[in-house]
């Protein structure tokens, strides 16, 4: 029989799993079902805060704020599935992601590669990892802490899929 621990952190993989493909799928994908209907566009910013988050000469903080958030997630399931690794370790796999979908935007020419948002992803999963830590901190129950923050990622995955389906269908 599998214990409590096990179920949840079971459960807990399976919900990175389905964030980490929706997450491609809106990043790499831009939310097509077929590469044909990408736009082709290759570009790189290595500079960061410069073009890529300036429109009409004014800063648009919601790309900014939209790559932090999109990467919290992240940093949670990060911290719920190795609450022993070290934070720069945790750190680690989320810094390798935003890099991998930087690098693919760009070989695949689906994008502007931007180490801001490499920057911000990298941010949101710090604060992913801070959040888990005060909570950790906070209630010293890693089992009870999980369970809480599995059954809001559970309602939040399925209020964006039923979000997006419904997106898909009104644009269809």
């Given at each position: 029989?599998?214990?409590?621990?096990?179920?949840?952190?079971?459960?807990?993989?399976?919900?990175?799993?389905?964030?980490?493909?929706?997450?491609?799928?809106?990043?790499?994908?831009?939310?097509?079902?077929?590469?044909?209907?990408?736009?082709?566009?290759?570009?790189?910013?290595?500079?960061?805060?410069?073009?890529?988050?300036?429109?009409?000469?004014?800063?648009?903080i919601s790309?900014?704020?939209?790559?932090?958030?999109?990467?919290?997630?992240?940093?949670?399931?990060?911290?719920?599935?190795?609450?022993?690794?070290?934070?720069?370790?945790?750190?680690?796999?989320?810094?390798?992601?935003?890099?991998?979908?930087?690098?693919?935007?760009?070989?695949?020419?689906?994008?502007?590669?931007?180490?801001?948002?490499?920057?911000?992803?990298?941010?949101?999963?710090?604060?992913?990892?801070?959040?888990?830590?005060?909570?950790h901190r906070?209630?010293?129950?890693?089992?009870?802490?999980?369970?809480?923050?599995?059954?809001?990622?559970?309602?939040?995955?399925?209020?964006?899929?039923?979000?997006?389906?419904?997106?898909?269908?009104?644009?269809?």
């Open positions: 029989m599998v214990d409590k621990e096990s179920k949840q952190k079971i459960l807990t993989t399976c919900l990175l799993i389905v964030y980490l493909i929706i997450l491609t799928w809106i990043i790499l994908f831009k939310m097509q079902f077929s590469i044909q209907q990408l736009y082709q566009f290759r570009s790189i910013n290595l500079i960061p805060f410069h073009k890529s988050v300036i429109a009409n000469n004014r800063i648009q790309e900014i704020y939209n790559n932090v958030l999109v990467f919290v997630p992240f940093g949670l399931y990060i911290s719920m599935l190795k609450s022993n690794w070290s934070f720069f370790r945790k750190i680690l796999p989320i810094v390798i992601v935003s890099l991998f979908y930087e690098v693919m935007q760009f070989i695949f020419a689906i994008g502007v590669s931007d180490i801001t948002d490499i920057i911000g992803n990298t941010f949101g999963g710090i604060i992913g990892i801070v959040i888990y830590f005060v909570l906070s209630f010293k129950a890693d089992l009870k802490i999980n369970k809480i923050l599995n059954i809001i990622a559970l309602t939040g995955t399925i209020c964006v899929i039923m979000l997006l389906t419904i997106l898909i269908i009104a644009n269809a």
